[in-house]
């Protein structure tokens, strides 16, 4: 048994030590990644044991960090909530999910026929990237599109168990992904949160992007190359099973190998990350351990082979095939749809009239009119809400930019089936005559809004 | 919103409070990923352990104390980013040495606890810089080269100061060792 000291380091806790961050990825990728992971669970939790949608459920998601709110006046605005990881057929495993039960209810109900959109309204094949995506249909519930794709391999090679879906902007969407092992293809259903406009029916061009990872690893891959019979070598060699690589020289000096190679092919085989070895000939492998493999150009790897006879030796390859983007473009056709009416309320304030209007997307609260610079009351509100820099618009009207919180406790909206909703808060105007607030959410119907409390105050809607 | 804001917010099931905390911790956890993997991941990997490390926060938050926010990230980062490595065969970059070997099962829970607590009792022991040092190479698993740039001190010299530091880790251990009953611990041959 041996100790290892950064092993034996397991047991430490430290936050004492401060890190420069001399590589940080993207919190905006973790963010999307962490939640789509949280949403896809519970959503699909809830899909198959009837439960309603946690709370965080309609917060707002960190996607729409970036998106303008736009009222939404046009027929369908596809605005994305999350994304897959991890397949269905694992969820299915941890007893999470049915997908059966999950296509049936969603494609196979009679009672939901009329919502399903034909297949006919939908476009055609679309290969990309070797990869094959037909719709097969579409189904509007409420106010959430789910469609349903069939993704092949054309060369029958078994897709990812993690398919990331984006919408043209890169966004992710939510999917639930399930595989056909008869016909090595993945059926994905989709989903798209949708607000719905004022025409009887409608068409929506849903540009779509898929990414494949972890579609195939290889283990110890044998490259059939001999690295004796090799030294020395003036013609690039392509390896069998391995045509993403081309051996351009090998050489060797004080008992290193050295291995020239060009991996101008590795990008459109995808493979991400790879690890060459030398199999020696008791099937020890020595492991050159960079072998990260995104760029393309010409490449050395080295080897210490000690003692060991050059002539025994064999390269061999591990590695993960990933990230095989696809797109498509279809025109997909619902043949429902419901207008949603923007609602107004009005209470009072503070002794102010107040107006909250609530759209498909977000939360207005008009604090007027009186107001005035000096409003002590509303100076407070606005500052807990706002960053200290303020920027003066042309027409003199105060609007502060959002402050960097993604939720406020003290305004919440309560639902008529008892869930609250905690709108993100988005920015705040005023001029002298009054203050507006304003809150994105994720999709509420205004109907069903009970009231909405506003730092104390609440508004109930009276009719 | 403050840490213990935040996690309240959580707690009630509040996605956007998490949102708040991954915007608030992610170079911290993703510095403390790359220095485990170092160069051996794509970034799409490392961004998807960084998430995984959110996730299980999120799963565990009824355990979680605001106070030990950083330090209960920084370890799951370095737990999550471990286990990625030996998915792929790999181990930590920086020199690891195996610093005594023994003929006991020291996986064993009751010897795993004994050994735990003498590495933590070492470590509170440790004079600063040393134990700065130490803990940033081999619990945050920084490069010497990177310690001496964020700490301004010479490469050498923390060379010098892990060396010394592994010496009296593995005296301690040996001497505590035969406190807690583990007899058959012995200096690593090939350790220096």
Same mark, same amino acid.
């Given at each position: 048994m041996e /100790?290892?000291?950064?092993?034996?380091?397991?047991?430490?806790?430290?936050?004492?030590?401060?890190?420069? %961050?001399?590589?940080?990825?993207?919190?905006?990728?973790?963010?999307?990644?962490?939640?789509?992971?949280?949403?896809?669970? @519970?959503?699909?939790?809830?899909?198959?044991?009837?439960?309603?949608?946690a709370q965080h459920y309609y917060c707002e998601h960190p996607k729409r960090t970036h998106t303008h709110i736009v009222r939404r006046t046009v027929l369908i605005a596809a605005s994305l909530v999350m994304l897959l990881?991890?397949?269905?057929?694992?969820?299915?495993?941890?007893?999470?999910?049915?997908?059966?039960?999950?296509?049936?209810?969603?494609?196979?109900?009679?009672? %939901?026929?009329?919502?399903?959109?034909?297949?006919?309204?939908?476009?055609?094949?679309?290969?990309?990237?070797?990869? @094959? !995506?037909?719709?097969?249909?579409?189904?509007i519930e409420g106010h959430n599109a789910y469609i349903r794709l069939k993704l092949r391999d054309i060369e029958g090679g078994h897709l990812s168990n993690t398919i990331y879906f984006l919408n043209k902007n890169g966004e992710s969407i939510p999917a639930v992904v399930d595989y056909d092992s008869s016909t090595n293809s993945a059926i994905a259903i989709i989903q798209e949160d949708i607000a719905t406009g004022e025409a009887a029916s409608a068409t929506t061009s849903l540009q779509l992007a898929a990414i494949c990872t972890d579609i195939q690893e290889l283990e110890n891959l044998s490259l059939d190359f001999n690295i004796g019979a090799h030294i020395g070598i003036t013609q690039p060699v392509v390896?069998?099973?391995?045509e993403f690589l081309t051996i351009t020289g090998v050489e060797t000096q004080d008992g290193t190998l050295a291995i020239h190679y060009r991996d101008n092919d590795i990008a459109k085989y995808g493979w991400s990350t790879g690890l060459f070895g030398l199999r020696t000939p008791d099937g020890t492998i020595i492991w050159e351990t960079s072998g990260v493999l995104y760029d393309t150009g010409n490449k050395t790897i080295y080897f210490d082979i000690g003692k060991h006879d050059i002539?025994?030796?064999?390269?061999v390859f591990s590695g993960k095939h990933a990230i095989r983007t696809i797109t498509g473009d279809w025109k997909i056709a619902f043949s429902t749809v419901q207008q949603i009416a923007s609602k107004t309320l009005t209470?009072?304030?503070?002794?102010?009239?107040?107006? !909250?209007?609530?759209?498909?997307? @977000? /939360?207005e609260i008009n604090l007027s009119p009186g107001y005035t610079d000096g409003d002590?009351?509303?100076?407070?509100? !606005?500052?807990?809400?706002?960053?200290?820099?303020?920027?003066?618009?042309?027409?003199? @009207?105060?609007?502060?930019?959002?402050?960097?919180?993604?939720?406020?406790?003290? !305004?919440?909206? %309560?639902?008529k089936d008892g869930k609250i909703v905690y709108p993100r808060f988005i920015s705040a105007s005023w001029d002298s005559k009054s203050a507006n607030f304003k809150f994105k959410m994720n999709f509420v119907l205004p109907e069903n809004i009970q009231n909405v409390t506003f730092f104390g105050k609440t508004f109930t809607f009276t009719d | 919103m403050d840490d213990s804001e935040t996690l309240h917010a959580i707690r009630c099931g509040d996605s956007n409070a998490l949102a708040c905390l991954i915007d608030r911790y992610t170079p911290y956890v993703s510095t403390i990923i790359y220095n485990v993997i170092g160069s051996c991941?794509? +970034? =799409?990997?490392?961004?998807?352990?960084?998430?995984?490390? *959110?996730? $299980?926060?999120?799963? #565990?938050?009824?355990?979680? &104390? $605001?106070?030990?926010?950083?330090?209960?990230?920084?370890?799951?980062?370095? #737990?999550?980013?471990?286990n990625k490595l030996r998915e792929m065969g790999a181990e930590v970059h920086i020199d690891d040495c195996i610093i005594l070997t023994s003929d006991d099962d020291l996986e064993?829970? *009751?010897? #795993?606890?004994?050994?735990? &607590?003498?590495?933590? +009792? *070492?470590?509170?022991?440790?004079? +600063?810089?040393?134990?700065?040092? *130490?803990?940033? =190479?081999?619990?945050?698993? +920084?490069?010497?080269s990177a310690i001496a740039d964020d700490m301004q001190i010479k490469v050498s010299t923390i060379k010098t100061r892990l060396r010394r530091g592994r010496e009296k880790l593995r005296l301690k251990l040996i001497q505590g060792g035969k406190d807690y009953g583990i007899e058959n611990l012995k200096p690593n041959g090939l350790y220096i």
């Amino acid at each position: 048994m041996e /100790l290892k000291i950064s092993n034996l380091m397991d047991c430490i806790s430290d936050d004492s030590i401060e890190l420069s %961050a001399k590589y940080a990825v993207s919190s905006e990728r973790v963010k999307k990644l962490t939640l789509n992971k949280i949403n896809m669970r @519970e959503r699909s939790e809830n899909s198959f044991t009837g439960k309603k949608q946690a709370q965080h459920y309609y917060c707002e998601h960190p996607k729409r960090t970036h998106t303008h709110i736009v009222r939404r006046t046009v027929l369908i605005a596809a605005s994305l909530v999350m994304l897959l990881l991890g397949s269905i057929t694992a969820l299915a495993k941890g007893g999470v999910i049915n997908i059966n039960e999950f296509y049936n209810s969603i494609f196979f109900n009679p009672d %939901a026929k009329n919502h399903i959109a034909t297949a006919d309204a939908l476009s055609g094949t679309v290969v990309d990237n070797g990869i @094959e !995506i037909t719709p097969l249909g579409a189904y509007i519930e409420g106010h959430n599109a789910y469609i349903r794709l069939k993704l092949r391999d054309i060369e029958g090679g078994h897709l990812s168990n993690t398919i990331y879906f984006l919408n043209k902007n890169g966004e992710s969407i939510p999917a639930v992904v399930d595989y056909d092992s008869s016909t090595n293809s993945a059926i994905a259903i989709i989903q798209e949160d949708i607000a719905t406009g004022e025409a009887a029916s409608a068409t929506t061009s849903l540009q779509l992007a898929a990414i494949c990872t972890d579609i195939q690893e290889l283990e110890n891959l044998s490259l059939d190359f001999n690295i004796g019979a090799h030294i020395g070598i003036t013609q690039p060699v392509v390896l069998k099973n391995a045509e993403f690589l081309t051996i351009t020289g090998v050489e060797t000096q004080d008992g290193t190998l050295a291995i020239h190679y060009r991996d101008n092919d590795i990008a459109k085989y995808g493979w991400s990350t790879g690890l060459f070895g030398l199999r020696t000939p008791d099937g020890t492998i020595i492991w050159e351990t960079s072998g990260v493999l995104y760029d393309t150009g010409n490449k050395t790897i080295y080897f210490d082979i000690g003692k060991h006879d050059i002539n025994t030796l064999s390269l061999v390859f591990s590695g993960k095939h990933a990230i095989r983007t696809i797109t498509g473009d279809w025109k997909i056709a619902f043949s429902t749809v419901q207008q949603i009416a923007s609602k107004t309320l009005t209470a009072s304030y503070s002794e102010r009239k107040a107006e !909250i209007t609530c759209g498909a997307t @977000e /939360l207005e609260i008009n604090l007027s009119p009186g107001y005035t610079d000096g409003d002590l009351e509303l100076n407070n509100i !606005i500052k807990s809400l706002s960053d200290t820099s303020e920027v003066l618009s042309k027409n003199g @009207e105060k609007t502060y930019p959002v402050k960097d919180v993604s939720v406020s406790r003290d !305004i919440s909206i %309560a639902l008529k089936d008892g869930k609250i909703v905690y709108p993100r808060f988005i920015s705040a105007s005023w001029d002298s005559k009054s203050a507006n607030f304003k809150f994105k959410m994720n999709f509420v119907l205004p109907e069903n809004i009970q009231n909405v409390t506003f730092f104390g105050k609440t508004f109930t809607f009276t009719d | 919103m403050d840490d213990s804001e935040t996690l309240h917010a959580i707690r009630c099931g509040d996605s956007n409070a998490l949102a708040c905390l991954i915007d608030r911790y992610t170079p911290y956890v993703s510095t403390i990923i790359y220095n485990v993997i170092g160069s051996c991941m794509s +970034q =799409h990997d490392i961004e998807e352990v960084c998430s995984d490390v *959110f996730l $299980a926060l999120w799963d #565990n938050i009824g355990k979680t &104390d $605001a106070s030990r926010l950083k330090a209960y990230l920084g370890s799951i980062a370095r #737990n999550k980013a471990k286990n990625k490595l030996r998915e792929m065969g790999a181990e930590v970059h920086i020199d690891d040495c195996i610093i005594l070997t023994s003929d006991d099962d020291l996986e064993s829970e *009751f010897l #795993n606890r004994e050994l735990a &607590d003498l590495v933590r +009792q *070492f470590i509170l022991s440790m004079e +600063q810089p040393d134990r700065e040092i *130490f803990l940033r =190479h081999y619990y945050y698993c +920084q490069s010497v080269s990177a310690i001496a740039d964020d700490m301004q001190i010479k490469v050498s010299t923390i060379k010098t100061r892990l060396r010394r530091g592994r010496e009296k880790l593995r005296l301690k251990l040996i001497q505590g060792g035969k406190d807690y009953g583990i007899e058959n611990l012995k200096p690593n041959g090939l350790y220096i």
